[in-house]
């Protein structure tokens, strides 16, 4: 029972570079996320995405892009890191429909120098 | 419009006692609600959650929430602390039959000897 991987896990880079997390479900979930989480500001959703090529912003999407080529992959770009954007990156799933759980990975932690 | 507000950021029992963590919600259609628990440096795991069965829904490690639709609150309770729930703890709500999940700020919870 893999279910959602982030990848990579610790992550330090310099102002200016790009960044990709990588994240990965094997269930087949439909819907999938990436939230940011800072001290004071909880979690804040970046982008979703409902199916393979549907993707939207969520209330954070600056300086952010994502792709979802194949439902069970979500990868997040940085297109040039600021230190703004030191955080812990959390991917996560849910299945469509009424009452779903989203599930979530075990986080990326991004420090940019 | 959705939103969820927990009404404690910090609170402190000691081992043996009873735990209260406050969660408020609104939402404009009849919503799923969760509790989520993290852990120091990991991701977000799924404590318990209600789908509009039974209002007291019970959940991982002996914690219980009840939905009262009339107060629109799911406060999350356990009659005995242990030094292992100390945690930070976030309520969710899901509006009905949508993916979209509203996250509390978050109560962090300690656990006293």
Known sequence: DAGITQSPRYKITETGRQVT?????????????WYRQDL???LRLIYYSAAADITDKGEVPDGYVVSRSKTENFPLTLESATRSQTS????????SGEGNTIYFGEGSWLTVV | ?????????????????PVLLRCNYSSSYSPSLFWYVQHPNKG????????SAATLVKGINGFEAEFKKSETSFHLTK???H???????????????????????????????
């Open chain 1, 21 to 33: 997390l990588m994240c990965h479900q094997t269930w087949s979930h439909s819907y999938m996320f």
């Open chain 2, 44 to 51: 977000l795991q799924l404590l318990l959650k209600y789908t």
């Open chain 1, 88 to 95: 812990v990156y959390f991917c996560a799933s849910s299945a």
């Open chain 2, 1 to 17: 419009a959705q939103s969820v507000t927990q009404l404690d950021s910090h609170v402190s029992v000691s081992e043996g006692t």
């Open chain 1, 40 to 42: 004071g500001h909880g």
């Open chain 2, 79 to 81: 009659p005995s602390a």
């Open chain 2, 83 to 113: 030094m292992s729930d100390a945690a930070e703890y976030f309520c969710v709500v899901s509006p009905y039959n949508f993916n979209k999940f509203y996250f509390g700020s978050g109560t962090k919870l300690n656990v006293k000897p």
